[in-house]
């Protein structure tokens, strides 16, 4: 374990973590009127449907994917799934994913910096978000046929390892790293920084749309009519 590896992914993580929670935080406190999705539908529709709709699918898929791959314990599946079986699973399913927000990303990015109106009504942010989901997309790709090359799920198990230990604040989760491609660390660095850019950009409408499944249990809405009866 080098000094620059411990400082990526021994002390990053955290620093990225407490920005997005603490910045978040923060915005939604001071800077209410910015807490939006900033969509420029109204400028052109156009290619937005198709972009929006396959990022969005693609990109919610690889988060809960992730989520639950890389934090779920192995002893919680092993006795029903492998882990050369998990991996494969997430291969395919994550290609596909992977696949289907590379190309509405790319859409995305070619109509906002082909449009006059749309790039002139661009914030630097934006552009620069497009660019970072763009790379993070196509590494998540390139990370596949590295896979294919160990199918016992052996570097599944150390990324994930990697991870539980980060969130439960557990020592030697740098070590599970030592043997990882450039192309895993650099995936991994770079999914970090969205989380540290995170509250500085549109991302926030992240957190309101998971906010509206208080919809689910919030009480009825009771509407009475004006009319007299």
């Known amino acids: 374990m080098s000094s620059l590896d411990f400082a990526l992914f021994g002390i990053y993580p955290y620093i990225c973590l407490a920005v997005f929670l603490l910045g978040s935080l923060l915005r939604f406190d001071r800077d209410q009127y910015s807490w939006k999705s900033d969509s420029s539908q109204l400028l052109r529709a156009g ?86 989901l763009w790379i993070q997309l196509a590494l998540g790709l390139a990370t596949i046929p590295l896979s294919a090359q160990h199918l016992d799920g052996g570097m599944m198990m150390q990324l994930a390892g990697w991870a539980q230990r980060i969130v439960t604040f557990q020592g030697g989760a740098v070590e599970l790293l030592a043997h990882a491609s450039w192309v895993f660390k650099l995936h991994m660095f770079l999914g970090m920084s969205l989380f540290l850019i995170f509250p500085f950009t549109r991302l926030v409408h992240v957190w309101s749309g998971f906010g509206t499944l208080a919809y689910l249990v919030r009480p009825y809405q009771l509407v009475r009519s004006r009319r007299l009866y």
């Open 47 to 132: 290619s937005l449907r198709w972009g929006s709709n396959l990022f969005h699918i693609g990109v919610l898929f690889l988060f809960f994917g992730h989520t639950v791959g890389m934090l779920t314990p192995h002893f919680i599946y092993e006795h029903f799934i492998s882990a050369g079986d998990k991996q494969l699973m997430a291969m395919v399913s994550g290609g596909l994913a992977g696949l289907a927000g590379f190309a509405g990303v790319s859409i995305l990015l070619h109509r906002r910096l082909s449009d006059e109106r749309i790039r002139l009504n661009s914030k630097f942010s934006d552009i620069l978000l497009l660019v970072l």
